[in-house]
């Protein structure tokens, strides 16, 4: 082997040293949020008197990994979803019908008798087994994610009308979901805290710290898996997606399946997130695919902010706390706030709170609220060369 062929082939390894090494300060705050969230947040909230506080906390972090599956399609792929409530109620009703199963030998739940059922439905008898449930909430919302996705994708449909098919497809899941009265309680919905699980009731103070910190570890999961798609060649292709698919195409790839792709992954995360979500909030019912919840899904991700996936966590976060504590001491208000709030991302923040650490938007904040002109930015750097700025001083004198 030559020295050339030796060099050429260190640089792929050195490019990727460097980027594991990257990486670890990265790995290292996730693991520490975890473990806070997951050990001292709980301590911390009961030593304050909020005990309250932490199936709440549990619930918005289950919230979290939808909002990271929106993120994935939204913010790096350019497909605003106004309907992934669909993939949430989906997750949440899979594991719903696990948990009304788990009755005496003989028996079935209670609502079908007030609608003259005896018989258990045919599509009921899977859920009697968890492996089947596990798979099934994650699985059930990417199949119909797949087909949807494959509809409207190989038909080159994008932007406004995307999402004005996906807020349709909600519309008709919801008015079926509601309908169905004698087959999955309708607009009653599934209880959960109820029923048993593993011999306790769901509502059980143990059930529910297991729930919570399988919401900590699926959002980890969530983050991992989404900075990895997003990153290396993937990730730069479902940018170039977002940015020009006309000129993706014209590369020579075929962006349908990348998108049917990210899109299934966005509501495989949704289903988990709804799952999480019914066990700890206790019920799940259409009220999930109302168009309100959907589009608030897209206000966590653009107020936290747009391709940077922390951002939609800290969205989920922030939004769904302020909406209960403002709620809870001015409940006529807060409809009012969240306008405002979207309104003010959108005009002025519109990277979202996170952008506010983006360079280039300080540097916009410092020339627009400052005067402040920035400095260039040049190989070798001109601006500290002193024969340079001799030489400038003596232009303008």
Same mark, same amino acid.
């Given at each position: 082997?030559?020295?050339?062929?030796?060099?050429?082939?260190?640089?792929?390894?050195?490019?990727? *040293?460097?980027?594991?090494?990257?990486? *670890? $300060?990265? @790995?290292?705050?996730?693991?520490?949020?975890?473990?806070?969230?997951?050990?001292?947040? $709980?301590?911390?909230?009961?030593?304050?008197?909020?005990?309250?506080?932490?199936?709440?906390?549990?619930?918005?972090?289950?919230?979290?990994?939808?909002?990271?599956?929106?993120?994935?399609?939204?913010?790096?792929?350019?497909?605003?979803?106004?309907?992934?409530?669909?993939?949430?109620?989906?997750?949440?009703? /899979?594991?719903?019908?696990?948990?009304?199963?788990?009755? $005496?030998?003989?028996?079935?739940?209670?609502?079908?008798?007030?609608?003259?059922?005896?018989? *258990?439905?045919?599509?009921?008898?899977?859920?009697?087994?968890?492996?089947?449930?596990?798979?099934?909430?994650?699985?059930?919302?990417?199949?119909?994610?797949? @087909?949807?996705?494959?509809? #409207?994708?190989?038909?080159?449909?994008?932007?406004?009308?995307?999402?004005?098919?996906?807020?349709?497809?909600?519309?008709?899941?919801?008015?079926?979901?509601?309908?169905?009265?004698?087959?999955?309680?309708?607009?009653?919905?599934?209880?959960?805290?109820?029923?048993?699980?593993?011999?306790?009731?769901?509502?059980?103070?143990?059930?529910?710290?297991?729930?919570?910190?399988?919401?900590?570890?699926?959002?980890?999961?969530?983050?991992?898996?989404?900075?990895?798609?997003?990153?290396?060649?993937?990730?730069?292709?479902?940018?170039? @997606?977002?940015?020009?698919?006309?000129?993706?195409?014209?590369?020579?790839?075929?962006?349908?399946?990348?998108?049917?792709?990210?899109?299934?992954?966005?509501?495989?995360?949704?289903?988990?997130?709804?799952?999480?979500?019914?066990?700890?909030?206790?019920?799940?019912?259409?009220?999930?695919?109302?168009?309100?919840?959907?589009?608030?899904?897209?206000?966590?991700?653009?107020?936290?902010?747009?391709?940077?996936? /922390?951002?939609?966590?800290?969205?989920?976060?922030? #939004?769904?706390?302020?909406?209960?504590?403002?709620? %809870?001491?001015? $409940?006529? #208000?807060?409809?009012?706030?969240?306008?405002?709030?979207?309104?003010?991302?959108?005009? #002025?923040?519109?990277?979202?709170?996170?952008?506010?650490?983006?360079?280039?938007?300080?540097?916009?904040?410092? /020339?627009?609220?400052?005067?402040?002109?920035?400095?260039?930015?040049?190989?070798?750097?001109?601006? %500290?060369?002193?024969?340079?700025?001799?030489?400038?001083?003596?232009?303008?004198?």
């Amino acid at each position: 082997m030559t020295a050339v062929e030796t060099q050429t082939s260190q640089v792929p390894l050195e490019t990727s *040293l460097r980027k594991r090494k990257s990486l *670890l $300060p990265e @790995i290292a705050v996730v693991a520490v949020l975890a473990l806070v969230f997951i050990f001292l947040a $709980p301590l911390l909230l009961n030593a304050l008197g909020q005990g309250s506080r932490v199936n709440q906390l549990g619930r918005f972090l289950s919230l979290a990994i939808a909002a990271l599956g929106i993120d994935l399609i939204w913010g790096y792929t350019g497909m605003l979803s106004l309907g992934h409530g669909i993939f949430f109620a989906l997750g949440g009703y /899979a594991f719903a019908m696990y948990l009304q199963l788990q009755l $005496p030998a003989g028996q079935i739940p209670d609502f079908f008798n007030l609608y003259g059922v005896t018989e *258990l439905p045919a599509f009921w008898q899977p859920f009697y087994s968890l492996p089947f449930t596990v798979f099934a909430i994650f699985a059930i919302p990417t199949l119909v994610a797949v @087909i949807l996705g494959y509809l #409207v994708f190989r038909n080159r449909i994008r932007g406004v009308y995307f999402s004005i098919l996906t807020q349709a497809a909600l519309i008709v899941f919801f008015n079926f979901f509601n309908g169905q009265q004698k087959l999955i309680n309708g607009t009653n919905g599934l209880k959960t805290d109820t029923a048993t699980f593993f011999g306790s009731l769901v509502s059980d103070p143990k059930n529910q710290t297991v729930f919570y910190a399988l919401s900590v570890l699926f959002l980890v999961g969530g983050y991992a898996l989404c900075r990895w798609l997003t990153s290396g060649r993937l990730g730069r292709l479902l940018i170039a @997606i977002r940015d020009d698919e006309p000129r993706v195409r014209f590369s020579g790839y075929d962006p349908t399946w990348y998108k049917v792709f990210v899109f299934a992954v966005s509501a495989g995360l949704a289903g988990i997130a709804g799952a999480l979500y019914t066990v700890q909030s206790g019920i799940i019912t259409p009220k999930a695919m109302d168009i309100a919840f959907s589009i608030e899904m897209v206000i966590w991700v653009a107020v936290g902010g747009r391709a940077t996936l /922390a951002g939609a966590v800290l969205g989920a976060l922030v #939004v769904n706390f302020a909406k209960t504590l403002l709620s %809870e001491q001015y $409940p006529e #208000v807060w409809l009012f706030f969240q306008g405002g709030l979207f309104l003010l991302v959108v005009t #002025v923040l519109p990277s979202g709170f996170l952008g506010l650490f983006n360079r280039k938007t300080l540097l916009w904040l410092r /020339a627009n609220l400052l005067g402040q002109r920035p400095k260039l930015s040049t190989y070798p750097s001109l601006e %500290e060369d002193p024969e340079v700025d001799h030489e400038r001083k003596n232009i303008r004198n």
